[in-house]
């Protein structure tokens, strides 16, 4: 499974970005999908989950601001990101969990990452 992220770029602060991650290969169910995103010199942060009921989380700092969804007939989801401020900056990643069933039926579960997103807000 590939996962592809898009939607990163230069935004002034204040502003919008919307990214995607769409998911492509062999025939999957998605399970919880995931954005992280690792600012320089930092570790990698947690910053929205979506599960596959549609139930969401987000990191306390990005609360109000960002929105996750998804669309699972595209296998994408989705983060628009409003009210950008410049420490929102870094390369933001989708991660998904999804699982597929073999010809003995057999539940097989695993986990992609996507090769990131850079997102890059001025003040």
């Known amino acids: 499974v590939q996962l592809q992220a898009s939607g ?9 970005l919307r990214l995607s991650c ?8 998605l399970d919880a ?8 010199g930092k570790e990698r942060e947690l910053v929205a989950t979506i599960s ?10 990005v609360k109000g601001r960002f929105t996750i969804s998804r669309d699972n007939a595209k296998n994408t989801v989705y983060l628009q990101m409003n009210s950008l401020k ?6 933001y ?25 850079l997102v890059t807000v001025s003040s």
């Open 8 to 16: 990163g770029g230069l935004v002034q602060a204040g502003g919008s």
């Open 93 to 117: 990643l989708c991660k998904l969990d999804a699982h597929y069933y073999t010809d003995t039926d057999e539940r097989v579960v695993f986990r992609s990452w996507g090769q990131g997103t």
């Open 86 to 91: 410049p420490e929102d900056t870094g390369v």
């Open 33 to 40: 999908m995931d954005w992280y995103r690792q600012a320089p």
């Open 52 to 61: 596959s009921g549609g139930s969401t989380n987000y990191a306390d700092s």
């Open 22 to 29: 769409a998911a492509s290969g062999r025939t999957f169910s």
